[in-house]
């Protein structure tokens, strides 16, 4: 199932399941969760009844068959995101996709709010400042909100997460200045794990080839050193290479056809094979020959679609469900 396939399928239900049911089962999501299937429920404004019992099919769940679905959807999705989110995140997650309400505060917020809103908001900061907000978002909003600057600003803001070894509260509260505010004055917090490696090599895996290259060599100009251990932290496409074949056969589940062929027209030989030899014959065959009698595909196209795949291997390996480096195919003795 693709991600766009996904958020539709969970839109329908969301609207199948009436504002109570929908708001406990949003009460267990992310912002970025929450802000897609939002954006697809205000989407639609009819939807087929058959399309209607094939994802209540698919999800084994009982609907009344003359339950009408898309009518007066704002007020419904206003009311559902109220109950499940409580009015400040609600209201700031509606401005975007209904437009009205009122403000959320602090950096919670700007989990709710669209990434160019974010970059609008901070770009003016000192880059330590947006590094230190940065920080705490989802890596891939971080990412967007980065695609957004100018390249200049971009590169030394990742530096500066890079170079992040924290934050103190003091430094936390100072932000309330730019983003009203985040702490109530906690003067016992310790200080938090923030930024580092591991962050900046997180945020540059969800940006393109071309920026991808320009921060690096930016990186590299500034401490090849630290250059070199972002770069062992970051995991590529060819990478994948290295999980175990239970790793792959689960990865290739959730990956359309379509888009592995276009991954694939930039991948090795190596990884090619690895691919077809955690599938049956004749999808690898079938697989093969799609590849061959495929087009010449853009650059852009094949990193994009690599990237696509990355996320759910990441997402995976977060889960538990595939181990990365290779780790699964380690005997014990």
């Given at each position: 199932?693709?991600?766009?396939?996904?958020?539709?399928?969970?839109?329908?239900?969301?609207?199948?399941?009436?504002?109570?049911?929908?708001?406990q089962v949003m009460k267990y999501l992310g912002?970025?969760?929450?802000?897609?299937?939002?954006?697809?429920?205000?989407?639609?404004?009819?939807?087929?009844?058959?399309?209607?019992?094939?994802?209540?099919?698919?999800?084994?769940?009982?609907?009344?068959?003359?339950?009408?679905?898309?009518?007066?959807?704002?007020?419904?999705?206003?009311?559902?995101?109220?109950?499940?989110?409580?009015?400040?995140?609600?209201?700031?997650?509606?401005?975007?996709?209904?437009?009205?309400?009122?403000?959320?505060?602090?950096?919670?917020?700007?989990?709710?709010?669209?990434?160019?809103?974010?970059?609008?908001?901070?770009?003016?900061?000192?880059?330590?400042?947006?590094?230190?907000?940065?920080?705490?978002?989802?890596?891939?909003?971080?990412?967007?909100?980065?695609?957004?600057?100018?390249?200049?600003?971009?590169?030394?803001?990742?530096?500066?997460?890079?170079?992040?070894?924290?934050?103190?509260?003091?430094?936390?509260?100072?932000?309330?200045?730019?983003?009203?505010?985040?702490?109530?004055?906690?003067?016992?917090?310790?200080?938090?794990?923030?930024?580092?490696?591991?962050?900046?090599?997180?945020?540059?895996?969800?940006?393109?080839?071309?920026?991808?290259?320009?921060?690096?060599?930016?990186?590299?100009?500034?401490?090849?050193?630290?250059?070199?251990?972002?770069?062992?932290?970051?995991?590529?496409f060819e990478d994948i290479i290295d999980i175990?074949?239970?790793?792959?056969q689960l990865l290739l589940r959730e990956v359309?056809?379509?888009?592995?062929?276009?991954?694939?027209?930039?991948?090795?030989?190596?990884?090619?094979?690895?691919?077809?030899?955690?599938?049956?014959?004749?999808?690898?065959?079938?697989?093969?020959?799609?590849?061959?009698?495929?087009?010449?595909?853009?650059?852009?196209?094949?990193?994009?679609?690599?990237?696509?795949?990355?996320?759910?291997?990441?997402?995976?390996?977060?889960?538990?469900?595939?181990?990365?480096?290779?780790?699964?195919?380690?005997?014990?003795?």
């Amino acid at each position: 199932m693709s991600e766009a396939n996904g958020v539709t399928k969970g839109a329908i239900l969301m609207l199948a399941l009436g504002e109570e049911g929908a708001a406990q089962v949003m009460k267990y999501l992310g912002p970025r969760e929450v802000q897609k299937l939002g954006e697809a429920m205000t989407a639609m404004k009819s939807i087929p009844q058959v399309e209607v019992e094939t994802v209540l099919d698919e999800f084994n769940t009982v609907i009344d068959q003359n339950y009408s679905l898309g009518t007066d959807s704002d007020e419904y999705i206003r009311s559902v995101l109220t109950k499940a989110l409580g009015d400040d995140k609600a209201n700031s997650l509606l401005n975007r996709i209904l437009g009205g309400g009122g403000d959320a505060s602090g950096i919670e917020s700007l989990k709710w709010m669209d990434s160019e809103s974010v970059a609008e908001l901070v770009h003016n900061e000192h880059p330590q400042t947006i590094a230190t907000i940065l920080v705490h978002l989802e890596r891939d909003q971080a990412c967007e909100i980065l695609n957004h600057f100018t390249e200049r600003l971009r590169n030394d803001v990742l530096l500066r997460i890079a170079t992040l070894s924290g934050v103190q509260p003091a430094a936390l509260r100072e932000l309330n200045d730019v983003l009203t505010k985040l702490l109530s004055g906690n003067d016992v917090l310790k200080k938090q794990a923030m930024g580092g490696i591991r962050a900046a090599a997180d945020i540059l895996n969800f940006m393109s080839g071309e920026q991808e290259q320009s921060a690096m060599e930016y990186l590299k100009n500034y401490d090849p050193e630290m250059a070199q251990k972002i770069m062992d932290e970051m995991f590529v496409f060819e990478d994948i290479i290295d999980i175990d074949d239970r790793g792959v056969q689960l990865l290739l589940r959730e990956v359309q056809s379509d888009q592995l062929i276009i991954a694939l027209k930039g991948a090795s030989e190596a990884m090619r094979e690895k691919v077809f030899k955690n599938m049956s014959q004749r999808a690898a065959e079938m697989m093969r020959e799609d590849l061959e009698s495929k087009g010449p595909v853009r650059l852009s196209e094949v990193e994009a679609q690599q990237k696509e795949i990355l996320a759910i291997v990441r997402r995976l390996a977060d889960e538990g469900q595939i181990v990365l480096g290779g780790g699964g195919d380690e005997k014990f003795v």
